[in-house]
């Protein structure tokens, strides 16, 4: 509906009204999102800490960031960020900045973040107890920052193929590290640039002429007190990116890097002297994936004198409604992640690695995806996705078994019917996903709150009912009648009162 524009209203008057018109207490759903009241005032606290040191506390102003935008200033910017953050953390003793995103950069997050996030996880998973006291303990204290180095220019999670060789020298007790090919350039790591003094280098190791498979090892990459990079190390940051300016992501090149032999993290396998490979009782040798598992209004005229907000065109609700959607039901799956993270890093400690395959193909599918029914009918919903997992993945195996039958091999079995695998991959996800939203709403307390989320699990699920979308399958076999596919269409604009608040910046 259109309204007569009122230009005596300043931003911060016209975003008071448009929450003023939530049908839902903005603080309980902000409760919902982080937990509890106590958790989201030390969250605000923090953030008003931090904000002063840099002096960013007023939101009406644009940050430095914004007219100083060489890449030397983004960066010099993201380590003030970055130690404040830090400091706070450490003083306060709360977690809230292992991925330390300013509010107004949208996605920039600083040079310090992928230490705690992938470093000290990497540490905290394969590290020895001996080597945890040598690095996890400065490393937890601020006192070194790290880098994870596993991506190579031609090689990004698919660690089998990385190229970067780790040989063990029985004469000199050491290992060697080398990226012998312009491929296996150690490419695009966090902190590596500049930042990270130190970084674990993921590499499959060889000894005595035999490989053992990718392994992760301890590198130091320079002098903590001058910056300088050690002898056969040399790098350089990959420069603008369209994102994460403020982290100094790298290129890295080694030429027979000497390492001593006990800065291999030996928590799961360690190499004798003699160079006897050991491997630990139950370890998994795929130990180390545990850490990869680790995602304005503007207005337009319509008739002279008027403007309608863009949030008032149909065609936004679906991509905004949607995507709000999306968002909301990733953050309740994300809950069910971290607690099966816990249990895999709880079994691995103890060398059970049997829930790995599930873990990982849980936390994969999340990250690959980084109703028009009213509340009495979603069990009936809940059904509809689950047949549609058991049917699109009992599908694509019957084709993959066919074709290996007929004598095609599993690549070009794989290639063939990829688009089927992924729709197969997409539906076993979100089917969990509804499940831990439908779990997740009936357990909001706030009537008003608990209304809204309903309102968008309706729109979570009514987006994968659309036939233009991913709702044939529903369609197909009988599960959805024809007449609900028109329903979705038509339906996306019943849910548009509250989405301003719902997305709004005081709640996340």
């Excluded at 005596?8 to 207490?25: G, H, I, K």
């Excluded at 006291?133 to 698919?158: C, D, S």
């Amino acid at each position: 509906m259109a309204s007569k524009r009122d230009d005596s209203l300043s931003p911060s008057e016209m975003m008071a009204n448009a929450r003023s018109r939530a049908s839902f207490d903005i603080e309980a759903l902000t409760r919902v999102i982080h937990g509890d009241a106590d958790t989201v005032r030390r969250r605000r606290e923090a953030w008003a800490r931090v904000e002063a040191v840099l002096g960013t506390s007023d939101t009406l102003r644009l940050p430095q960031q914004y007219a100083k935008t060489s890449r030397e200033d983004l960066y010099i910017d993201g380590l003030r960020m970055g130690k404040a953050a830090w400091d706070d953390r450490a003083k306060s003793g709360h977690d809230f900045f292992g991925w330390m995103t300013p509010r107004l950069t949208l996605f920039n997050n600083g040079a310090f973040g992928l230490s705690t996030s992938k470093f000290i996880k990497m540490l905290e998973l394969m590290a020895s107890p001996e080597q945890k006291l040598r690095w996890l303990v400065p490393a937890t204290k601020g006192q070194i920052n790290g880098a994870h180095m596993q991506t190579e220019l031609g090689h990004g999670t698919f660690m089998r193929e990385l190229e970067t060789t780790a040989t063990f020298n029985e004469s000199r007790d050491c290992f060697l590290l080398n990226t012998p090919t312009l491929s296996s350039t150690k490419f695009w790591p966090g902190a590596m640039g500049f930042a990270a003094p130190h970084g674990i280098v993921m590499a499959p190791l060889t000894v005595k002429g035999k490989e053992y498979g990718v392994h992760p090892f301890m590198v130091q990459l320079r002098d903590i007190d001058t910056g300088e990079a050690f002898e056969g190390l040399e790098f350089g940051d990959i420069g603008p990116k369209l994102s994460h300016n403020q982290n100094d992501n790298g290129f890295a090149r080694l030429n027979d890097v000497v390492i001593p032999r006990d800065s291999m993290l030996s928590a799961q396998a360690s190499v004798a002297r003699d160079g006897t490979n050991a491997r630990r009782a139950n370890a998994h040798e795929k130990a180390s994936y545990g850490t990869i598992k680790q995602g304005n209004f503007t207005h337009g005229e319509d008739a002279p004198g008027t403007e309608v907000a863009i949030i008032r065109y149909r065609s936004q609700h679906y991509h905004l409604l949607t995507t709000l959607a999306k968002a909301y039901a990733i953050l309740f799956a994300s809950r069910h992640c971290k607690a099966a993270q816990r249990d895999f890093d709880k079994r691995g400690a103890e060398g059970d690695f049997s829930t790995m395959q599930s873990a990982h193909a849980l936390t994969a599918g999340e990250e690959f995806r980084c109703l028009l029914y009213r509340p009495h009918e979603f069990e009936h919903t809940a059904s509809n996705f689950q047949h549609r997992a058991q049917h699109l993945i009992g599908k694509a195996e019957s084709r993959l078994a066919q074709g290996l039958k007929i004598g095609e091999t599993k690549a070009q079995v794989w290639n063939q019917h990829i688009v089927l695998l992924t729709s197969a991959a997409r539906a076993h996800v979100e089917y969990p996903m509804l499940l831990d939203f439908i779990e997740a709403t009936e357990r909001v307390e706030d009537a008003a709150v608990g209304k809204v989320l309903c309102k968008l699990r309706s729109v979570f699920a009514l987006d994968d009912h659309e036939p233009a979308v991913h709702g044939r399958p529903f369609i197909r076999r009988g599960r959805v009648p024809l007449r609900h596919s028109a329903r979705c269409r038509s339906g996306y604009h019943k849910q548009s009162p509250s989405t301003t608040s719902a997305r709004d910046d005081r709640a996340h």
